[in-house]
């Protein structure tokens, strides 16, 4: 069983930056593509960016082109996601999942079998 543990959330003003990490143990063999989705209270999980198992192609959703960077080391086992320019519609707990089945950076939540616990990601001033 894969397992997957976020870190790096927390307070930030507006127009400043994050790092999210996703750290992957156990199973890792079926860490192939992986993806971050954030989740805001009541709303509905929302896709954020994916990478590719090998990091050569990538998938972000419009609400954060140009803002996020997804990245993974695959010998650290670890996936990453660099945000910048922060604004009070990004606050949500982020969740990294990683797919067994898909190797290209898929958008679709049910493509994805192991999830993290999320970390909480708040921008405020």
């Known amino acids: 069983q894969m397992q997957l543990v976020e870190s790096g959330g927390g307070l930030v003003q507006p127009g400043g930056s994050l790092r999210l990490t996703c750290t992957a143990s156990?199973?890792?063999?079926?860490?192939?593509?992986m993806g971050w989705y954030r989740q805001a209270p009541g709303t509905e999980r929302e896709f954020v960016a994916a990478?590719?198992?090998?990091?050569?192609?990538?998938n972000y959703a419009d609400s954060v082109k140009g803002r996020f960077t997804i990245s993974r080391d695959n010998a650290k086992n670890t996936v990453y996601l660099q945000m910048n320019s922060l604004n009070a519609e990004d606050t949500a707990v982020y969740y990294c999942?990683?797919?067994?089945?898909?190797?290209?950076?898929?958008?679709?939540?049910?493509?994805?079998?192991?999830w993290g616990q999320g970390t909480q990601v708040t921008v405020s001033s």
């Open positions: 999942a990683a797919s067994e089945s898909y190797t290209i950076p898929t958008s679709q939540a049910k493509h994805y079998r192991f």
């Open positions: 156990g199973s890792i063999f079926s860490m192939n593509a």
């Open positions: 990478v590719s198992r090998n990091g050569g192609s990538t």
